[in-house]
């Protein structure tokens, strides 16, 4: 299937479109139609019910602008960059890592160094996209992606809209940790908007300026905790690890997540455990497993912050994207909000049994430190506890060093009145570490599109259909009556369309056109079941009967009124049609082509 292909359709069938098309459109933003909207919100739910409720996890929703002290905290002011070449004849700006990529062999272009990817710009010939102007010789720089903003009017306080959700689920770690009664371990969900301002946003809804993450930070002891990985031991993956990419005949490892963490190529067993629940969730809403594998990062591209990390990967019209990251990101984040924030970013450890211990005090004379250093005399005292932890042996000399700051300052040992003295202790402060699956929501909708795109032939007549999860698709069903002259029929259908959307299920409702169109039209959008009412269904002794079609097979079978809605909720939550299709009479499929 072309791009083009899906995309005209996701326009004409309402899935997403470019947004401010009124006023020109603004490259970057996309608008989820009727059908889009409810395909997402389908597919976070599903994340929702796997990742957060099954697993045991808490969700929250934070802010999405936040204070410009959290990303210099978290690093994003200094080091959330792409890399930009600008056309010096027209002044369009590009990726430059992407012209790499477009124009080699070169996958991961990202993770080279901004030098060597100027001098393949120029090796290579590579011009600009916009004009043909060969870019040789202009600079590759970098471009911070955050989208800049003000908090409040006049001296406003500098904000930046967030470039994940991550930050306001760490920022939010002091509280968090006591809904948790600050025990380990324990995972923190969200889904919402984040911000980038991206160089050049393309493919759809692969790289878009504002977007929609869903996110579970996994708060855990690095010394004790560790994952169920039990329940996903036998789990199959498709693997392609970082030294089969350098390889020269580099190729899959077809394993399963118990082999692939016992052997080490899966570094972290929580990474291990996520990749395996992935899996079968990818596979739960349709995802084509053979157009699917975990990549991991090669060294020049992995986070600083990142001891080992995978993709989640889908082919899409030939191109591998990144649909969802898997980080063991250690430390890192509470430790900077702890070093930069107000509160405490760690947790009370109590231990089995109580321990005696040395622990090496001080107890400035701030009589001295007073005088000796006027306002900075606390600071001095806080540099002195600080270093007796860190390094007693400092304190052996006449005189003790501390750096405060970035002056060099000396004490009498004297006046520190340092001391070791026993102590006993019920338990220690650590600081968490952090496992983290991150999905991006609308790349998984646009994977899920683009794998249930299908084309085949019904009744001698070709036909376009999306082959979606009944659990994921916009509609669960729609309702038409065959024939719009017969007022018994119409209020049948009014009637059971009522009673449907009364059972909780999304129903579209049809009388417009053949029968066959109405099909056709249902099949594009994906809704997986259509309930025709017809004169067989309510002429007769019986009770009232309607035809049941399933939109794969065009296979078709007769329903009482009273069953349908038991029967399409056990269909929506995974029950497969042939079980509903053994229970009840088939239909001829010739009602397709029947006509108003």
């Excluded at 002011?77 to 012209?99: I, K, N, Q, T």
Aim: glycine share 10%; aromatic share 8%.
């Amino acid at each position: 299937m072309a791009a083009d292909a899906l995309a005209e359709l996701a326009k004409r069938r309402g899935f997403f479109f470019g947004s401010n098309g009124a006023y020109g459109g603004t490259a970057g933003f996309y608008t989820f139609g009727p059908q889009g909207a409810a395909l997402k919100r389908n597919v976070e739910d599903a994340w929702r019910d796997r990742f957060t409720i099954r697993e045991g996890n808490r969700e929250i929703e934070a802010p999405t602008i936040m204070p410009e002290a959290v990303f210099e905290a978290s690093g994003h002011l200094e080091g959330f960059d792409d890399m930009l070449v600008e056309c010096p004849e027209c002044g369009e700006s590009h990726r430059a890592d992407h012209l790499v990529e477009d124009a080699t062999e070169i996958e991961d272009a990202e993770a080279l160094p901004g030098e060597e990817v100027a001098e393949l710009i120029a090796d290579e010939g590579i011009a600009c996209p916009a004009c043909g102007t060969e870019l040789a010789g202009q600079p590759v720089e970098a471009f911070n992606l955050m989208f800049a903003t003000d908090i409040g009017p006049g001296d406003a306080q500098p904000g930046y809209l967030r470039p994940e959700t991550a930050q306001g689920i760490f920022v939010e770690f002091p509280r968090l940790k006591e809904y948790a009664r600050g025990n380990l371990p324990f995972g923190i969900t969200q889904i919402g908007p984040a911000y980038r301002n991206e160089i050049s946003p393309r493919g759809g809804l692969l790289r878009l300026r504002e977007f929609t993450q869903a996110e579970l930070e996994q708060f855990i002891d690095p010394e004790e905790d560790e994952p169920p990985l039990d329940r996903v031991r036998d789990v199959e993956v498709r693997l392609y690890p970082a030294t089969e990419q350098e390889a020269d005949d580099g190729d899959y490892l077809d394993t399963t997540v118990g082999e692939a963490v016992d052997e080490g190529v899966i570094g972290s067993p929580w990474v291990g455990y996520y990749l395996g629940v992935a899996q079968e969730w990818y596979e739960r809403v349709g995802v084509d497993l053979d157009r699917f594998r975990f990549r991991q990062h090669l060294a020049g591209e992995r986070a600083h912050y990142a001891a080992d990390c995978w993709d989640a990967e889908s082919e899409v019209d030939g191109d591998w994207i990144e649909i969802a990251g898997f980080a063991y990101r250690g430390d890192y984040d509470l430790s900077k909000h702890d070093e930069y924030g107000d509160d405490a970013f760690t947790v009370f450890k109590r231990y089995d049994e109580p321990k005696t211990v040395e622990r090496a005090t001080v107890d400035p004379d701030m009589s001295v430190l007073g005088p000796e250093f006027g306002g900075d005399a606390g600071a001095v005292a806080d540099a002195l506890e600080a270093l007796a932890g860190r390094d007693p042996d400092a304190f052996d000399g006449e005189t003790v060093t501390v750096d405060v700051n970035g002056e060099t300052r000396e004490v009498d040992a004297d006046v520190a009145n340092f001391a070791v003295e026993e102590v006993t202790e019920s338990g220690e402060h650590i600081t968490p570490h952090v496992v983290e699956p991150s999905f991006g929501v609308g790349r998984t909708v646009q994977t899920l599109l683009a794998h249930a795109y299908s084309e085949d032939e019904v009744d001698g007549e070709e036909r376009t259909y999306l082959s979606l999860e009944p659990e994921v698709a916009p509609q669960d069903a729609a309702v038409f009556p065959l024939v719009t002259n017969d007022d018994r029929l119409t209020a049948l259908a009014d009637e059971v369309a009522a009673d449907l959307r009364a059972a909780g299920l999304a129903v579209a409702y049809d009388d417009s056109g053949s029968i066959g169109r109405r099909y056709r039209r249902q099949d594009e959008v994906g809704t997986p079941f259509c309930v025709t009412v017809d004169r067989d269904g309510i002429e007769g002794d019986g009770p009232d009967t309607v035809t049941l079609r399933e939109r794969d097979s065009a296979a078709q079978v007769r329903i009482p009124v009273d069953d349908l809605a038991d029967e399409l909720t056990a269909l929506r939550e995974g029950e497969p049609f042939a079980s509903v299709a053994d229970r009840y009479d088939a239909v001829d499929t010739d009602v397709e082509t029947e006509g108003n």
